[in-house]
């Protein structure tokens, strides 16, 4: 079974900062994707950014970037230039590669940003 | 594109009623639909997982009488929580797989739908 791991339930930083969040995951797979979700107060599930493990390069999308070290089993994610809407729980994900969308998504407890004017 | 629409948003219902949850893939066929039940301030807690035509699989602990699931179309996916009394208060949420239009696999969340049972 997998697990994931955010050991940071909240965190804060000044607006136009940058912040990076810690997710560690455990796992026998060799092959799998890792995600950041965003939940804003509306509760609506965003995905922010994906890894597939085969893939050395670290994801970037524009302001988010990953630092992802498979054999640490760690998987960060850097919001840079943070802004005020950013302010939103924030899940780290995992799941198989066997068939994308098939397999569960197994997610962490999460952590709690807030961006501060 | 990859839209999922989940209704109701919210839903107050009395103890021993039945309540019904829908969640339709407006713009892509979803082949595989999951439901998860998240309390305040805590994860999403995976509770099932369907596949079109199929019957759910559904998570350890998770009662299958108390939360029917059923994936009859490529486009819907509905959660009937029988019964309810309040400890099935929660927020529920759906996720909904496929392959979008340009072919590319999508997984995409529905908003969610806040249950209150008196």
């Known amino acids: 079974a997998q697990t994931v791991t955010q050991s940071q339930p909240e965190m804060s930083v000044q607006e136009a900062e940058t912040v990076t969040l810690s997710c560690t995951y455990d796992?026998?797979?060799?092959?799998?994707?890792l995600f950041w979700y965003k939940q804003p107060p509306s509760r609506q599930m965003i995905l922010v950014i994906r890894?597939?493990?085969?893939?050395?390069q670290n994801a970037t999308e524009n302001r988010f970037s990953v630092n992802f070290q498979k054999a640490a089993k760690s998987f960060s994610l850097k919001i840079s230039d943070s802004q005020l809407g950013d302010t939103a729980m924030y899940f780290c994900a995992f799941m198989k590669h066997v068939n994308f969308g098939n397999e569960k998504l197994t997610f962490g407890t999460g952590t709690r940003l807030t961006i501060i004017p | 594109g990859a839209v999922v629409s989940q209704h109701p948003s919210w839903v107050i219902c009395k103890s021993g009623t039945s309540v019904k949850i829908e969640c339709r893939s407006l713009d892509f066929q979803a082949t595989t639909m999951f439901w998860y039940r998240q309390f305040p301030k805590q994860s999403l807690m995976l509770m099932a997982t369907s596949n079109e035509g199929s019957k759910a699989t559904y998570e350890q602990g998770v009662e299958k009488d108390k939360f029917l699931i059923n994936h009859a179309s490529l486009t819907l996916s509905t959660l009937t929580v029988t019964s309810a009394h309040p400890e099935d208060s929660s927020f529920y949420i759906c996720s909904a797989s496929g392959r979008g239009r340009d072919g590319a696999n999508v997984l995409t969340f529905g908003a969610g739908s806040r249950l209150t049972v008196l």
């Open positions: 796992t026998s797979e060799s092959n799998y994707y």
């Open positions: 890894q597939e493990a085969y893939k050395q």
